[in-house]
């Protein structure tokens, strides 16, 4: 993932840490105190909540910990993981930023190397003209630059 993603993470881990845990189990322990659990819908709800809140955690601590930051080398010459690619498609000139699929913004032009585009432009140079097939039509992406 890019080093931007990577700070996002650890960004909402610790608000996840600090800010969401911290209220979720107030809320339990304020409920708790009400007596009966077997009869407080509320409880249960917020426990569940604050087990969510726990999982995220984890889970998000497991993804930071086994993360590897992309930093592409566009002395390369050749199209991989996080590199800027200008291409040019149906004469207009596009540019789009390669990344992982936790990371994909189509609407910003980042798509992910599992797209059908970003499956066709790694490996690319520029100059090279690859091939998107969809189900009734062949795109080309022809590579004027990467960075």
Request: no cysteine.
């Amino acid at each position: 993932m890019t080093e931007d993603k990577f700070n996002e993470l650890k960004t909402k881990l610790e608000r996840l840490k600090k800010v969401s845990q911290p209220r979720a189990a107030a809320e339990v322990k304020r409920l708790a105190e009400m007596g009966d659990f077997s009869e407080n819908a509320a409880y249960g709800i917020a426990k569940g909540r604050l087990r969510g809140i726990n999982q995220r955690i984890m889970d998000m601590e497991e993804h930071l910990k086994q993360a590897v930051i992309i930093k592409p080398n566009p002395r390369t010459g050749l199209v991989e993981l996080g590199s800027k690619v200008t291409v040019e498609v149906n004469g207009k000139q596009k540019t789009f930023l390669i990344l992982g699929s936790s990371e994909t913004d189509p609407f910003s032009d980042v798509i992910s190397r599992n797209s059908p585009v970003g499956r066709a432009l790694l490996g690319g140079e520029v100059g090279e003209i690859k091939r998107v097939v969809t189900a009734n039509k062949t795109i080309e992406y022809k590579i004027i630059r990467i960075e």
